[in-house]
């Protein structure tokens, strides 16, 4: 009974700490480029004007990012200010974007919560870093309850780099990283059939999966 309340105790601990990180994420975001098509293919859902959905991507944008980053994403360079003035362009690049569907329904399912496309791709990446987290931590839980100062360096590694990037950015590496964590993890667990379901579905979220496999 101690051990269980002791691993509860330290699984919330952690939990704690890493939701404390998440406001982090919320508040200092990393804008990337990508972010345009994931924005457009979510309101392409309910919307098959294309005229009208890149009108209203980029207006969303606009209202949503200061003018300074507007003009990194959207005008930084040639290609980016072409398939801002041209709908036909832009569709030109969205079968690279179309197959990341579970991404992108992803996305719109907290679109339904009301939050604005930009936040509701920036919760995906905050729930799948909370995931994540809690996963790493359940693959090393034997170790922290025999020495609870493994906790620190544990949690530390949740600030490493790769970690740091994929969890700031709008794009769906963190989500990807969450199911290859995962994947892991069932392979340790030796639960074949569910690590091999689980990296096929990785490849509807990031399309690079497919070195994994």
Partial sequence: MKKNLKSI??????????????????????FDWDMVQYVWLVKNIENKDIKEVHKETYDEIKEYLDSGRNKII????KYRKEVHKSVEAFVDIMPFYNI????????????????WTINA????????????????YFIFRKEIEENPLFFFPLYLL???????????????????????????????KRQRLAWIIILILSLWICTYNIIFI
């Fill in 9 to 30: 105790i330290l699984f919330v601990c952690f939990f704690v700490f890493i939701s404390i990180n998440s406001v982090f994420i919320f508040r200092n975001p990393w």
């Fill in 74 to 77: 959207l005008q930084a360079n």
């Fill in 100 to 115: 990341k569907f579970i991404y992108t329904y992803s996305i719109y399912f907290f679109t339904k919560l009301w939050l």
């Fill in 121 to 136: 791709i920036l919760a995906v990446s905050i729930l799948s870093y909370l995931v994540f987290c809690s996963i790493l």
């Fill in 158 to 188: 949740t600030f490493s780099s790769p970690i740091l990037i994929a969890w700031r950015s709008t794009t769906p590496d963190m989500f990807g990283a969450m199911f290859m964590l995962l994947w892991t993890f069932l392979i340790i």
